[in-house]
């Protein structure tokens, strides 16, 4: 699908997997299809279970693992009035599932930067892992973010993303 939405900024029409025609007048449908990577439902449950108990949260970046506490999970507001594509780079809806944790290991502040859209000209995936017990199963999740920005303490680091994919094994 992704070719698809890098195409969307044309003006012919685009016929994609699944047979969808795309224009850029027509971007909102995208947005549709981009949430079909994500189980609703599994997100619901995870945001669920996050606010009643403690998940562990594990981001893996440049082969290194790094806990992630104090996870909020909360769809919220952006900061645009209608779907639309930004700076021409990445498609915004009016809302997204926005991620919030603390890293206390600051060495990964060089890493942060190659994740971030600003020094480069596209943002770096962020896999983040946890285990949610459903029906008294355990089933691992990966969370696929966007990092939008970050806020350093003198002991730990502040994270903020955007969910792109979930994932269930």
């Known amino acids: 699908m992704l070719p698809c939405l890098l195409k969307i900024l044309s003006d012919n029409p685009i016929i994609c997997e699944n047979f969808y025609i795309f224009t850029k007048h027509s971007i909102e449908l995208s947005f549709f299809l981009f949430?079909?990577?994500?189980?609703?439902?599994?997100?619901?449950?995870?945001?669920?279970?996050n606010e009643k108990e403690s998940l562990e949260y594990v981001m893996h970046l440049d082969n290194k693992q790094y806990l992630l506490s104090d996870v909020v999970i909360v769809n919220s507001p952006t900061p645009v009035n209608s779907p639309t594509t930004r700076g021409g780079v990445y498609f915004s809806d009016t809302f997204a599932y926005k991620?919030?944790?603390?890293?206390?290991?600051?060495s990964i502040i060089p890493l942060l930067s190659k994740t971030m859209l600003g020094p480069n000209t596209e943002f770096?995936?962020?896999?983040?892992?946890?285990?949610?017990?459903?029906?008294?199963?355990?089933?691992?999740?990966?969370?696929?973010?966007?990092?939008?920005?970050?806020?350093?303490?003198?002991?730990?680091?502040?994270?903020?993303?955007?969910?792109?994919?979930?994932e269930s094994s």
């Open 99 to 106: 991620i919030k944790g603390i890293i206390d290991d600051l």
């Open 124 to 166: 770096g995936e962020i896999k983040i892992t946890t285990n949610l017990l459903k029906n008294g199963k355990t089933v691992p999740l990966s969370l696929f973010t966007n990092l939008t920005n970050s806020v350093q303490y003198p002991s730990k680091i502040e994270l903020n993303m955007i969910l792109v994919k979930l």
């Open 35 to 49: 949430l079909l990577s994500v189980d609703l439902g599994l997100l619901e449950s995870l945001m669920n279970i």
